[in-house]
């Protein structure tokens, strides 16, 4: 791909936008921020809330407290589910617990465990593309397992077997590569002609929009860094997704701290984005971080705006609004 370059010799940052938190990490975090305002720390929170160490970091000095598992949780507390989606299992665990859960699940991970759950009713047997041993697949796959198997890239395509290949549908993980994707989802259809496609796309905005994003400014760069953490499956598609769209070298840091001076060797160019679990800060501190050594003209590379919301979880707005109504009637 032909490189967008620099007037000669000038040191650029492209950043990318969107970048960053989506609507369903941004929700999840004040979930847990405002959990532990209302109710006071302890407040446990099932896995990481989102896949970033500085997040997950700044919420335990507040008080939070990440456990692996729902049975960690003493009797009588309040544990909030993190966004990447839990089993109907782990909530029949809370019940037993006596625990007050708050589920944070993104909406659209929700929609596509309904998805799930329709299917199963139907009898379809379930082709889920997603990275096994991925939160978000455990929980997806909880919804129906006996229904749903794993499709872990185009690879694996062989390995699927079905009861009925005209009862075959195809759901997604959320936070994939949009063209793998499309390219696993074509080799099934190879092999089942009258695959089922999902009513609307499984791979949400926030991924789209940013892998959009990740490669117009990878096409202008010689040097691409993501912020995000090793465990967050978007920031590594980024990464990849940087790669094919024409980046030489594309790393994913968790801070500046994690960058390397010899990445910046016989570059102009360096793009920069972050995952949908970064929030801004870390991205400010790369920047000035380049700044320090020369790459302080920034532009923004914006193909597409963002402006999703999510309402915050249903027990948490009936807990504030019965606060809110007391408070008023107080006086
Ligand atoms: S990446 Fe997408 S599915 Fe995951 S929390 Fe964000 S908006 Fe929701």
Not at 12 to 32: M, N, Q, S, T
Not at 83 to 106: K, M, N
Not at 317 to 324: C, I, K, M, T
Request: charged letters at 25%; aromatic letters at 4%.
């Amino acid at each position: 791909m032909e490189r967008m370059t620099a007037p000669t010799g000038r040191r650029r940052v492209l950043l990318a936008a969107p970048r960053g938190y989506c609507a369903g990490v941004d929700r999840a975090v004040i979930a847990v921020e405002k959990a532990l305002e209302q109710y006071g720390p302890p407040i446990y929170v099932r896995h990481e809330i989102v896949h970033n160490k500085y997040v997950v970091q700044t919420l335990e000095r507040k008080g939070a407290i990440f456990v692996e598992e729902t049975s960690e949780v003493p009797p009588g507390e309040i544990v909030i589910f993190s966004a990447h989606g839990v089993a109907p299992e782990v909530h029949r665990e809370a019940e037993r617990g006596r625990l007050a859960s708050i589920d944070a699940t993104c909406p659209l991970v929700t929609k596509v465990h309904k998805e799930a759950v329709r299917y199963a009713r139907e009898d379809y047997d379930i082709l889920l593309i997603g990275h096994e041993g991925h939160e978000e697949v455990i929980g997806t796959s909880g919804e129906a397992p006996e229904h749903i198997q794993l499709v872990d890239g185009p690879q694996d395509v062989a390995n699927v077997q079905v009861r009925d290949p005209d009862r075959v549908v195809w759901l997604s993980q959320t936070t994939l590569s949009v063209d793998e994707t499309m390219e696993t989802v074509d080799g099934l259809k190879q092999r089942f002609p009258n695959l089922l496609s999902p009513p609307s796309d499984d791979i949400c905005y926030a991924t789209q929009n940013r892998q959009t994003a990740i490669k117009q400014v990878a096409a202008g760069s010689e040097l691409v860094l993501v912020v995000g953490s090793r465990n967050s499956s978007n920031s590594n598609r980024m990464v990849e997704v940087a790669l094919g769209a024409g980046a030489d070298a594309a790393y994913l840091v968790d801070n500046a701290s994690e960058i390397d001076e010899s990445w910046l060797e016989g570059v102009t160019t360096v793009g920069l984005s972050s995952g949908a679990s970064v929030p801004e800060v870390l991205v400010e501190e790369v920047l000035a971080w380049l700044t320090e050594r020369g790459w302080a003209d920034v532009e923004l590379v914006q193909p597409v705006a963002e402006h999703i919301q999510f309402s915050l979880p249903k027990e948490l707005r009936r807990d504030l609004r019965a606060e809110a109504a007391a408070r008023a009637a107080a006086g």
